[in-house]
């Protein structure tokens, strides 16, 4: 799917991205006949803490970065994932990466300098972008993409986890925006009017789709 029409969809269905991140886990690895040897993405799988480290409390932005990408790290580990699917998991080992170390600087509470001021620059951006809805989505959609293509290439200048050429760009796009709206409703940052716009637009989208 094109990035333009994949976004335009994305608007609806983030609204509930985690109540439906399993279902969309399996519809997008749901090919289970097309084997494909996952040795390269294996070899950036997601870090196991130490045995004393697991419960450690973590920040609420890492909860949410863990929750919003961290499922398609662990996907090889638990099936072969299709061979068009797989730039998708390196693009998410990527993002996650980038959003972790921005995270760091964030829970440190350390003035933001570089790449991490960019990323904070442009989080803060999409209730911006998304409270100007009046009516529908697309009306702020040419606006978000050109914000979630310039938040992901910041995102991965900021980790070294994994290589340009194994990065697909619409598979970020798609991911960024998903944080990004996951982002928004946990901070609670959206009118209700935009709230109430974007809940109706996921209830069309769910009755389109299934």
């Keep these: 799917m094109k990035t333009k029409k994949w976004l335009c969809s994305l608007v609806a269905v983030s609204v509930a991205v985690m109540t439906l991140a399993t279902a969309a886990n399996a519809k997008m690895f749901a090919n289970p006949f097309k084997p494909v040897a996952p040795a390269k993405i294996m070899a950036a799988p997601a870090p196991v803490p130490a045995a004393d480290d697991r419960f450690t409390p973590r ?4 909860y949410l970065i ?3 990408l961290l499922g398609y790290e662990l996907a090889p580990m638990l099936q072969l994932v299709p061979e068009e699917e797989q730039s998708t998991v390196m693009s998410a080992v990527a993002l996650r990466a980038g959003l972790l170390n921005y995270e760091k600087e964030v829970t440190a ?9 960019a990323i904070d620059n442009y989080l803060k951006q999409f209730p911006v972008v998304l409270n100007k809805i009046q ?7 040419e606006e978000m993409i050109q914000l979630v293509r310039d938040l ?7 980790q070294t986890a994994v290589s340009e050429s194994e990065i697909d760009e619409d598979s970020c796009a798609f991911l960024v925006m998903s944080f990004g709206y996951q982002k928004v409703f946990a901070d609670g940052s959206l009118t209700t009017r935009v709230t109430q716009i974007l809940q109706q637009e996921l209830a069309t989208q769910l009755e389109q789709e299934y």
């Design 109 to 117: 509470k350390r003035t933001l300098t570089g790449n991490n001021a």
């Design 59 to 62: 920040s609420p932005l890492e």
């Design 135 to 141: 009516n529908s989505s697309s009306e702020v959609e």
């Design 152 to 158: 992901s290439k910041v995102i991965l200048k900021n």
């Design 66 to 68: 863990n929750g919003s």
